[in-house]
């Protein structure tokens, strides 16, 4: 069982910029395919971006496009997603999330097809 564990998170300004870190605590266990994964209070889970294994193909939503950038460091098993120009609407959850089988093009985009998830990190964007 893989643990993944979230950080990064917290307030800031509209305009600003966070960059949130995922990687699995304790027996290290590589990250295949990870996405994140966003939900605001009283809204479903959303997708936000995702990497493959070795990184050269990432996947966005469109709302983030532009802003917001996926990366991986397999020597440090750690996996980024870089936000920046941050707005209002970003204001959610932000959950990190992994899948030990190969995905599809399409697959990055659907939280069932991962098999290991983290808590959640906090990102509140203030106006």
């Known amino acids: 069982q893989v643990q993944l564990v979230e950080s990064g998170g917290g307030l800031v300004q509209a305009g600003g910029s966070l960059r949130l870190s995922c990687a699995p605590s304790?027996?290290?266990?590589?990250?295949?395919?990870t996405g994140w994964f966003r939900q605001a209070p009283g809204k479903e889970r959303e997708f936000v971006a995702a990497?493959?294994?070795?990184?050269?193909?990432?996947y966005y939503t469109d709302s983030v496009k532009g802003r917001f950038t996926i990366s991986r460091d397999n020597t440090k098993n750690t996996v980024y997603l870089q936000m920046n120009s941050l707005k209002p609407e970003d204001t959610a959850d932000y959950y990190c999330?992994?899948?030990?089988?190969?995905?599809?093009?399409?697959?990055?985009?659907?939280?069932?097809?991962?098999?290991?998830w983290g808590q959640g990190t906090q990102v509140t964007v203030s106006s």
């Open positions: 304790g027996r290290s266990s590589s990250m295949p395919n």
């Open positions: 990497i493959s294994w070795s990184g050269r193909t990432t």
């Open positions: 999330a992994a899948s030990r089988s190969y995905l599809n093009s399409s697959s990055y985009y659907t939280a069932s097809q991962y098999d290991y």
